[in-house]
């Protein structure tokens, strides 16, 4: 089952028309109507914990996530559910130990966080330049695989049509990063959410109904039709080519853990609770929706293999990212009525609305901070006016070289450049938090180790793993020059990273350190609890 009726690539045609006028309608209503940064950047905090928290769990589940993860779960199976427990267990971590300081901490951007305790042109440029780089190649996957989508849903192969479709949805994303804001995006994700955990309930239900309401009988069919047999159910399917499989899973789940916590786009939302108290309340509503959304790809993942077979799920993407939508309409069986047909579009209209929310955010996340951490602290004083225009300027200083980008990545393999954002966020991002946020003696030096390092440390052993050469779903496949021998780099660069922010601090000497330390103990209060310290 690799095509769709006309019928339903008219309907999806349509409705993904009128997802696109209602987005950018509701960006243009809900946009500052003045030159006010708070507003722009975090909306004032006017958003109720449960709309906030929707909008985190909007943010977090992106097209990778439903179309990568659900692939790995109808290919791999047990690692899949692995990969997808991993997610929500990232979001939790964020939750209890994160979510807090960081909004107490910062005020807008990443770099607010740092310069907390080290303020400086060069903490904040820094900052900037590793926002940058994790989202980067997680904004390229996204609109790369967006002529890749659509071709497939609306049946059309014409490279130039790809293309045109990675550039006008580009368009229509820079669109809602600079018209909506923080507001304007956050109402995407909660739309988003919405459609998502609506019709993939609804799929996830028909899927168990074919197989009785029976987990196990789902299951079974799902090794069965994998050919794998019992191995699709245990561990280590998915690195069975390498030379430590276990130890490759272990690298990638923790690389998936801490990177997905602290990527820019995800902190940058808890800026936009007025207070902890309504971080906690909002992230109690954004982890249960990340959950059962969890629970719903695993049904369909596994369903997709038990109703089609693995090698059907292959064969239209090697890497398995339709599955989701083969699972979705193998749910339906044979006979196909109006009102399925409407649910299939409901289900291909929520994955069009994620690709779409998703890059707007992560744009808007590298607007802000370029517009507010480089532009704004550059040694002048800029009015609020001002940065208001160059945050909408930057925008598409961020989205344009990324469109320009994918449309040359789109005929490569996209998975080395969402494991790199992953990890990049896992090297550098979250060893800088934790020690920043943590870490009395943590000092100037130690932070730039741990972001440069990380980040350079981070790409030199990417380029030896076998995502890039040395196999058929690497981004060259026809040459081999793996030096690394795990899929990611997390099980070497995690440790480089917070190392290089220890080694960097030691060198700074010890009266930095003491420095440093009174610098902290000064915030410290306020840091970790949102109370102005009152003496020792």
């Not at 809602?176 to 909660?190: F, H, S, W």
């Amino acid at each position: 089952m690799t095509g769709f009726s006309s019928s339903a690539q008219t309907m999806s045609l349509v409705a993904f028309t009128v997802v696109a006028t209602i987005t950018l309608l509701l960006c243009v209503m809900t946009g500052p109507d003045r030159d006010d940064l708070d507003e722009f950047y975090t909306g004032y905090g006017s958003l109720s914990p449960m709309r906030n928290g929707l909008a985190i769990a909007g943010d977090y589940i992106s097209a990778a996530t439903v179309l990568g993860t659900s692939g790995v779960i109808a290919l791999f199976g047990y690692d899949g559910v692995v990969l997808a427990l991993s997610t929500a267990l990232s979001l939790m971590l964020l939750m209890f130990l994160l979510a807090e300081p960081l909004r107490n901490a910062g005020r807008f951007t990443m770099g607010d966080a740092l310069a907390r305790r080290m303020p400086g042109r060069a903490v904040r440029a820094t900052a900037c330049a590793a926002t940058l780089a994790a989202l980067l190649p997680l904004m390229l996957v996204q609109l790369a695989g967006t002529g890749d989508l659509l071709a497939f849903i609306l049946g059309f192969s014409s490279p130039g049509l790809k293309t045109g479709c990675i550039i006008g949805l580009g368009v229509l994303m820079i669109s809602y990063a600079a018209i909506g804001g923080m507001k304007g995006t956050a109402l995407i994700q909660i739309l988003k959410i919405v459609m998502l955990l609506g019709s993939g309930a609804v799929i996830a239900l028909l899927i168990l109904a074919r197989f009785d309401w029976s987990l196990g009988s789902l299951f079974g069919q799902a090794a069965r039709g994998s050919g794998a047999g019992p191995a699709f159910l245990s561990s280590g399917l998915q690195f069975a080519g390498g030379p430590n499989p276990r130890l490759d899973m272990i690298s990638s789940e923790l690389t998936v853990v801490l990177g997905g916590a602290c990527l820019p786009h995800i902190t940058m939302r808890m800026y936009t609770a007025g207070s902890a108290r309504q971080v906690r309340r909002s992230m109690s509503w954004a982890v249960p929706a990340v959950a059962l959304f969890v629970l719903i790809i695993t049904i369909v993942g596994f369903g997709a293999t038990a109703l089609i077979g693995r090698n059907a799920v292959g064969a239209a993407d090697p890497q398995g990212n339709t599955a989701y939508l083969l699972g979705s309409r193998a749910a339906f069986g044979a006979d196909v009525s109006t009102a399925e047909t409407f649910l299939f579009t409901t289900v291909t209209s929520a994955i069009f609305l994620t690709v779409l929310a998703s890059v707007a955010g992560m744009i808007l996340a590298c607007a802000n901070s370029l517009a507010h951490d480089v532009f704004a602290h550059n040694g002048g004083e800029l009015s609020p006016r001002r940065e208001m225009t160059l945050a909408r300027a930057s925008a598409a200083a961020v989205g344009v070289p990324a469109i320009l980008l994918a449309t040359l990545v789109q005929h490569h393999s996209l998975q080395p450049l969402v494991t790199l954002s992953f990890c990049l966020g896992a090297s550098a991002l979250a060893p800088a938090l934790v020690y920043s946020l943590f870490w009395r003696r943590y000092t100037r030096a130690g932070l730039m180790c741990t972001l440069i390092g990380g980040t350079l440390g981070t790409l030199v052993l990417m380029t030896g793993t076998n995502l890039v050469s040395g196999s058929p779903i690497s981004a060259f496949p026809d040459h081999d020059f793996t030096w690394f021998p795990f899929t990611t780099t997390g099980i070497a660069s995690i440790p480089l990273g917070f190392a290089l922010g220890w080694l960097g601090t030691v060198a700074s000497g010890r009266g930095k350190a003491q420095e440093q330390r009174r610098q902290y103990e000064a915030v410290e209060g306020w840091i970790l609890a949102g109370a102005v310290r009152r003496g020792r």
